[in-house]
């Protein structure tokens, strides 16, 4: 087989994958309908019983009715019983706990621990197909991978004409370089062991054929978007992954909170994406194409305003899909969804889409200092921002989603830079780590009976043995420790930041580094670290993950552990950068730093180690440690210290500090002011402004005719002579002006 | 005399043709005072015609286009005057004021 047919076969997969759970999946499944009566209420005393001690803590079921997290229910279960009949009595007989969802209504609530020993289990076989094609995608990806990478081939791959219109002319085409070579590692490689983890994680819901099916959905979007070689194709994937982003966050639809954070992140996402789709307009307004070797050959003969314009507008829809301030604002409610969804679409790889498109676009935003300073703005200023949010979240997702806005802004900020190369190698391994990060998060979950809050955790270290330590892996990673693969490509960024002679940027970026290592570590301790603080009846639950769910955890810990070193040796000349040395090249070439005159091309000597290079080495590796140090003080050692620390603040501007970073800068409430009850105004005065003035007008016009009319008929009188008399003065009055205007 | 009697003669059958028009109830009277006005415009016409220096016979030509129209019209009219006669029974034009506002 070509390797072209390979590349074309990669993204078709998924979607048979998805056709395939959408027309087959619900057949497949076996739900038995009735087996709970026996095992009903003690699973339920087992598995949900703490609950009731901390109710009102937001996730859990107290606020939601009976069948909130029911999928729809299979036919042969409609055909034995009208839906709600045989639940009845169930919720009924477990009333002892308030509310809370029997074992067998739990469907979707798959992070319970629903499986009840000796209960006859439902069977899932819909799971088999598309994790079996998303495998054999992973399979290609790396034979294609391994060809662009070690054989340093590019592909062009043309499939067939899409649009012929006149001059408007699209093709279905692949191009595979080694950006793209990049994205497909992360993408497969993650998308696969999160289809293995979901075999564990969402077994038991179900729905679960349908969430095999938004998740090939998924991958076959986000595999055309990370393939296509133009920018229509690219917008495509991009509005089609927001489209699977939305299903995904809202998977469990009858949850009020999930189907309003789906709702956000897709309202969200349409401002950036607005944006995105006028650049697209406008390139083939000024270039007549849209294929991306077209596009950046042309863009050099253009108005630097125009340029300018459309980097930014597509920047615009980078800052959504990438959740970069002031977009931001959705991507820690999208984790509503089921953590699988959160490891891959919002960690991995869909949030990946906006550092794709600026590394991609490269030639465009290279001709642009302005754009290449907003991209670093917005990518320095959302790092900082983020990671300030982070550290005082309580709900363990929470703090790895603003930590993956954090670190994805730290990618633009290395983009707008000009460090292309560093991007990308920190967008990888961001990748694997965070994708390991949530996965581990969702086995805690999993574990904790459907606990989120680290409040109510600790000391998991001891029953999720694996967990604990495939995770300590992925922190180490994140937090920036030596030889794990975060240390080498956040330094990378670094490094070049601060050759390149921005230093307040560089700053920043250390003061990131260190916060990031305090927040990982911060909620590793609280997690896994000390007592158990949860209920007790909980604790007698909590059990290391099903196998499924806890090998991919292994399977990625190890490229998490490793990819930094064979990549990223020796520093700012490692493997990545001939990797991706073609994809680049124009822009390094074009002198693409934001400062005019920058000392990056020309006076840097390359890495020395006992040089400004090891030395900024051994700075980002001590405020990581640093950084756990201080969490391990905190949060092990002594675990009063971060209140007396926010009262003791200089100031008193502790206690406000701290307000502000929980309720993340009030940036949501802000939000909500401004467009919802501003929209509400709005929408007030346009209903206004419409009822008054253009009805008014409207009615007005009706009515100034009416009284005109009624003036008017007054000289109808029906009699004959009076209209012979106005003849006749008609008459009388053009003789008379005849006989006055004659001359 | 001359021209100016035949003037005076006409101006005076088409006062009266007017006069009766207007004071006149009876539809039939007022189609008659119509045809009053119309011959008196006829003789006016005539008249010119006769005392035309160039000797053209534009007016009697004229005079007999408004002949014909004259006949014309006084067909229509008689012929909506009976029905109406008919329908309504009466001739008086008060009480044709259906359409009044």
Sequence with gaps: MSTELLIALIPAL???GFLFAVLAGSRLDRVPSHGHDEHGDNAHADDHGGHAGHGGDGHDSGEIDDSAFRAVPSEEEQALSSPHAGHADDLANSSGADGVIPADLNDGLGQVGHVVEGAPRPSYRSWWVPTALVGIAWAF???????VVFGGNVYHVSAYEWIISGDFHIEIAFLVDGLTAALLLVVSTVGLLVHVYSIGYMDGDRGLWRFFAYLNLFMFSM????????FLMLYVGWE??????????GFWYKKPSAAGAAKKAFVVNRVGDFGFALGIMMIWTLLGTLNFEEVFAGIGGLDPTAVTIIALLLFAGAVGKSAQFPLHVWLPDAMEGPTPVSALIHAATMVNAGVYLVARANPIFAESPVAMWVVAGIGVFTAIFAAAIALTQNDIKKVLAYSTVSQLAYMFFALGIGAWVAAIFHLVSHGFFKGLLFMGSGSVIHGASGEQDMRFMGGLRDRMTWTYRTMVVGALALAGIPLFAGFFSKD????????????????????VAFMTAFYTFRMIFMTFHGAWRGPRDAWRHVHESAPTMVWPLIILAVPTAVIGLLLGLPPEGGFIHTWLEEVFHTAEEAGAGILSGSIAAGEHHGFELFGIGGLLLLIGASVGVAGIWLAHRWYVRDPEAPGRFVVRFPFGLGPGMYAASLNKYYVDDLYGLVWARGGVLVGNALWWFDAKVIDGAVNGAGWVAQRFGGLLRRAQTGRVENY???MAAGLALVLIAYLVMRP | MGLQAYLIVSALLFGIGA???MARRN?????ISIELMLNAVNLSLVAFNAYAPDGSPAGAIFALLVMAVAAAEATVGLALVIAIIRTRKTAEVDQYADLKE
């Design chain 1, 14 to 16: 998924p979607l048979a």
């Design chain 1, 141 to 147: 990806s790396m034979i294609v991978f391994a060809n």
């Design chain 1, 223 to 230: 595999l055309l978007l990370i393939l296509g070689d133009n």
């Design chain 1, 240 to 249: 089609a992954v927001g489209l699977c982003s939305y299903a995904l966050i």
């Design chain 1, 492 to 511: 990378e960024i670094l490094a070049e930041s601060f050759n390149r002679g921005y230093y307040l940027f560089y700053g920043v970026g250390v003061i």
């Design chain 1, 724 to 726: 012979g008399l106005g």
């Design chain 2, 19 to 21: 006069f009766g028009f």
């Design chain 2, 27 to 31: 539809a039939i009277l007022m189609l």
